[in-house]
């Protein structure tokens, strides 16, 4: 295993959270100053080939990749932009919805499913807001 992809893995594995291809690589340089995003982002390419990283899109930021031993769905909020990890078992009716209507195999985790936690929809009902939801 290359020095990179050594150093990578040991971010992931000690990373709490998802982080970006960007958090990853300045923690990386950190300790190997020559290592260019371009390797970064072409490790965790490989090594979501290999089954060991999965990346998601958690709204309109970059991709935050974490180790695929804990695979998981997101929820977040539009509003307050918080985020709830769902196991990923919660989308196994979708799935099968999705295979039975349509012939087509989702993977939740890709994206986040968006839309107002109950603090954010509270809030929009105090103020007559019914455009949030």
């Known amino acids: 295993m290359t020095t990179p992809r050594r150093l990578l893995v040991r971010c992931l594995f000690e990373a709490s959270g998802h982080r970006t291809a960007e958090e990853l690589a300045a923690e990386i340089q950190a300790h190997a100053p020559d290592v260019?995003?371009?390797?970064v982002y072409r490790n965790l390419e490989e090594l979501e080939r290999l089954g060991v990283v999965v990346h998601s899109h958690l709204?309109?930021?970059?991709?935050?990749?974490h180790l695929a031993t804990a695979a998981h769905g997101h929820l977040v909020c539009r509003k307050c932009?918080?985020?709830v990890?769902?196991?990923?078992?919660?989308f196994a009716d979708l799935r099968r919805r999705?295979?039975?209507?349509?012939?087509?195999?989702?993977d939740p985790r890709h994206f986040a499913?968006?839309?107002l936690c109950a603090r954010?929809?509270?809030?929009?009902?105090?103020?007559?807001?019914f455009t949030v939801s």
């Open 36 to 39: 260019s995003i371009s390797t």
């Open 59 to 65: 709204g309109h930021g970059p991709a935050t990749y």
């Open 81 to 83: 932009q918080t985020q």
């Open 85 to 90: 990890e769902i196991a990923d078992g919660f």
């Open 98 to 106: 999705a295979i039975a209507d349509f012939g087509f195999a989702i």
């Open 113 to 115: 499913v968006i839309g």
């Open 120 to 129: 954010c929809q509270a809030e929009a009902e105090e103020l007559g807001d």
